[in-house]
C-alpha cells in the first residue's frame, strides 16, 4: 500500500513538473521585447492616423466637389444676370500639400542635420542616424527596424538612393544626401 502511495506521489510530482516545465516554456516564448512592442504599438497608431487621414481626404474631396458645383452653379447665375461678379477660386488640398505637411517635422530633422554638417558613415549611431532611417523607410516604403545604428545594410540602402537621386555614390550620408532628401519629401 505504501508502494502505491509513493508511485501516485511521484506520478503527481512529475506531472506537476511537467506542466510547470510546459507553462514556463510557453511564457517565455510568447514575450515580447521591450523594444518589438514599442514597434507594434507605433505601427498601429500609425496604421489609425493613415485610416483618419484617408477619411479625411475622402471627406475633403466630397467637400471639394461640392464648392466645385457650386461654384458652377454661381458662374451660370452670373452669365444669366448679366452683373458681374468676383468670384474667389477654392483653396484646394492636394494629396502632395497633405503629404509635405506630414512628414514636416522630419524634413526639420533633416534640415538641423544640414545646419549641423553632419556626416554618417559606416558605424554612426545616435538619433541622427535614426532620423536618416526613418527617412529611407519612408523612401523605400518599408518598416525596417530604427536601432539608430549605421550599419552595412543602411550604408546599402544609402548607396542605392544616391544612386537613383544621381548623387555621388560612397554610402555616406552628408548635406547634399541631406537636401535630397529633403526635396524628395517635399514632391
Known sequence: MDKLKFILFFIIVLAALAALGFFGYWSFSTLQSGSEFVIKQKAEKLQKENEDLVKQVADLSEKLDALSQSQSKDSESIIQDSTVKIVSPTPTLTPTK??????????????????????????????????????????????????????????????????????????????????????????
Do not use: C, H, P
Open 98 to 187: 497633405l503629404i509635405a505637411d506630414k512628414n514636416q517635422s522630419l524634413i526639420n530633422e533633416l534640415q538641423e542635420l544640414i545646419n549641423s554638417n553632419v556626416l554618417m558613415r559606416l558605424k554612426s549611431s545616435g538619433t541622427r542616424v535614426g532620423t536618416v532611417q526613418n527617412f529611407l523607410n519612408i523612401y523605400n516604403n518599408t518598416s525596417n527596424k530604427i536601432d539608430n545604428v549605421y550599419g552595412e545594410d543602411m550604408k546599402k540602402v544609402v548607396l542605392d538612393f544616391q544612386k537613383k537621386q544621381g548623387l555621388r555614390a560612397d554610402g555616406e550620408a552628408g548635406v547634399g544626401t541631406f537636401k535630397e532628401m529633403i526635396s524628395w519629401l517635399k514632391k
